[in-house]
């Protein structure tokens, strides 16, 4: 699919340029950052960031579906992707959500029809809303956008409990993705998910019994198939993940568990206890968390990540950043209000508050830039255009275009 039949609003040609030579690198292990000297400021642009090939398909299928059903209701089951730009300009064209971003319904079943069209995210859906989707005379295929990589992850899954391995999902509970992955794994194996390696230690004090077993059952309450059993269920485990979690804490997450059936089991029985399935992650995500570490060995004055505050690869990025620098998280360009203030959303504290001075444009700062899979690239050009905005010289875009190739 090419990026030319995405909605243009969406594209940058600066940014596809700087993409297309960073793409025509032999070296596809190079993760160093891409320096862009504006003169009066240096953004050290993340390697890789931005759209995905899932969210790229995702938007072409929803925009071409609008485009070829003039006359009919069109619905999406929950937010296109985790980006509030996208899912306002589809609200704009009369899309209807029938889940809003929390999972609340907001569109009740009997209120649709066979005419209608329900659009699936890339992010997927359940077994259960698909069989409600059907029993309304809907087709799921034909406007279905879920990303292969989800798909991977629910075939992998299944495979693990063909070979009659519980399935532990490393996940959060609440997330469209795991829901749907959960969904079609827990009726045919034992399953459960965790959070953090933090859940994963009390799995492995209950397997190696320092733990009771009931507190399984009151830990993960709401998180595990039914008819689970702790008394045979954790004998086998493979992992399996959301596809945008860290994967430094997925590789964690493995490690303490196989450590777990080594200690009880031996390391010479351990295949028959551990499959370890890490490789599930995203190829996306996995390579723009390591531009991101990539960007951790750099010096700069502060770190903008851009992208939508409920967007969980997004929000890993920032977590990334704030180990070493400043960060600021924001949806738009239009966050950075002046020279001096940018309001930005707080990842602990899940709210959006404004800074001041929360960079000295005088001395030439470096300021290290990137994006999540589900932000659009002409935001990323948006914030370097807003703060080049406040600054009295700088050089054009392709002026440093023609330094950076």
């Known amino acids: 699919m090419k990026l030319s039949k995405i909605l243009s609003s969406y594209r940058s040609e600066f940014i596809a340029k700087i993409k297309k030579n960073t793409n025509n690198n032999t070296n596809k292990k190079d993760f160093n950052p891409i320096r862009l000297d504006f003169g009066s400021v240096v953004f050290l642009l993340a390697r890789y960031f931005g759209f995905c090939y899932g969210v790229e398909n995702a938007i072409e299928i929803a925009y071409r579906t609008v485009t070829e059903n003039p006359t009919k209701r069109i619905f999406l089951l929950s937010e296109m992707i985790h980006n509030p730009l996208v899912n306002q300009e589809l609200l704009k064209k009369n899309v209807q959500f029938i889940f809003d971003s929390d999972g609340q319904q907001k569109i009740s ?9 329900i659009i699936i995210p890339a992010f997927g859906t359940s077994i ?9 005379g809907i087709d799921i295929q034909r406007y279905n956008t ?42 045919n194996t034992p399953s459960f998910v965790v959070r953090d390696i933090n859940e994963v230690k009390i799995i ?63 390391i010479e ?13 995203c190829y996306a995500t996995n390579n723009n968390q390591k531009a991101t570490e990539a960007l951790l060995t750099q010096n700069a ?55 001041n001075n ?6 030439k700062p470096t300021i290290i830039l990137t994006s999540g899979a589900s932000c659009p690239d002409s935001e990323v050009e948006n914030v370097i255009s807003k703060i080049l905005s406040f600054l009295p010289f700088k050089k054009e875009f392709d002026d440093v ?3 950076f190739v």
């Open 146 to 187: 879920t990303c292969p990589f989800v798909q991977k992850v629910w075939k992998r899954g299944v495979s693990l409990g063909d070979d009659n391995f519980t399935v532990m999902i490393h996940g959060k509970h609440q997330h469209e993705e795991t829901k749907a992955t959960f969904s079609r794994i827990k009726n």
């Open 204 to 266: 492995s004090r209950i397997i190696l019994g320092k733990l009771g077993k009931d507190e399984f059952y009151k830990i993960f309450e709401g998180k595990y198939s039914e008819g689970f059993d702790v008394n045979t269920d954790l004998d086998r485990i493979g992992v399996v993940n959301q596809t945008t979690m860290l994967s430094s804490e997925t590789q964690a997450i493995a490690n303490e568990l196989k450590n777990a059936m080594i200690e009880k089991y031996g």
């Open 358 to 363: 929360f960079v000295l444009l005088d001395s």
């Open 269 to 281: 029985n351990l295949h028959e206890h551990f499959a370890d399935t890490r490789d599930t992650l």
């Open 301 to 355: 004055d502060i770190a903008i990540v851009v992208g939508g505050y409920n967007s969980s690869n997004t929000t890993h990025l920032v977590e990334m950043l704030e180990e070493k620098f400043i960060t600021y998280f924001i949806d738009s360009a239009e966050k950075i209000l002046s020279k001096d203030q940018i309001k930005h959303f707080d990842i602990h504290q899940k709210i959006e508050k404004v800074t």
């Open 109 to 117: 079943w009997n209120e649709l029809t066979s005419g209608d069209i």
């Open 128 to 136: 259960e809303i698909e069989k409600k989707i059907i029993e309304k």
């Open 401 to 403: 275009l023609t330094d």
